[in-house]
């Protein structure tokens, strides 16, 4: 077991976010962007799961904690694009997103909480690869090309946190 401190950077500020300026209100992406913001599979979720999960590896997994917790503050950054965005297209950016033709509620029981590290590594990959399909899927949908740019900034950070929680997993399981 490694006891060492997450070294790998995760910083993402050398590539720059898009400005956040939507071209016209639009109903659907509206819609879109509050289920990135606080669906079942969203910022919102992937926040609140990889706290958890850095609070429970910190004491055995400190590397996997750190680890955690620093791409937790890049969801955040996601989640103030996401509800940015919403806003602007003119949704009320609560905990909640668009279902069933009416809004649900953001609820922690969207998240599975495991404590086995197998499972804890491979559904946050499972969650960064869901999300990239997502928002790769919307990138294709949608017509306003600032939300594109956002969208496709967002996947570039995804894509790097699977690399990352890949090669933990590697290291810590496959070892």
């Given at each position: 077991m490694n006891q060492a401190s997450f070294e790998t950077p995760i910083n993402f500020t050398e590539l720059p976010y898009p400005p956040i300026q939507v071209s016209e209100r639009n109903i659907n992406y509206e819609r879109a962007m509050l289920d990135n913001f606080a669906g079942s599979n969203s910022e919102l979720s992937t926040i609140s799961l990889y706290s958890y999960n850095s609070l429970i590896t910190k004491r055995q997994y400190p590397e996997i904690a750190s680890a955690f917790h620093e791409l937790m503050i890049t969801e955040m950054r996601h989640l103030e694009i996401f509800g940015t965005i919403a806003t602007q297209l003119g949704a009320d950016p609560r905990w909640w997103s668009w279902r069933a033709n009416k809004n649900m509620y953001w609820t922690p029981g969207y998240n599975t909480y495991?404590?086995?590290?197998?499972?804890?590594?491979?559904?946050?990959?499972?969650?960064?690869?869901?999300s990239i399909d997502k928002y790769t899927k919307q990138a294709s949908n949608i017509r306003d090309m600032n939300i594109v740019e956002n969208l496709h900034r967002v996947i570039i950070d995804e894509k790097k946190h699977v690399e990352i929680l890949t090669g933990l997993f590697n290291k810590y399981i496959c070892e």
């Open positions: 495991t404590m086995r590290l197998k499972d804890i590594l491979s559904n946050a990959i499972k969650h960064e690869n869901f």
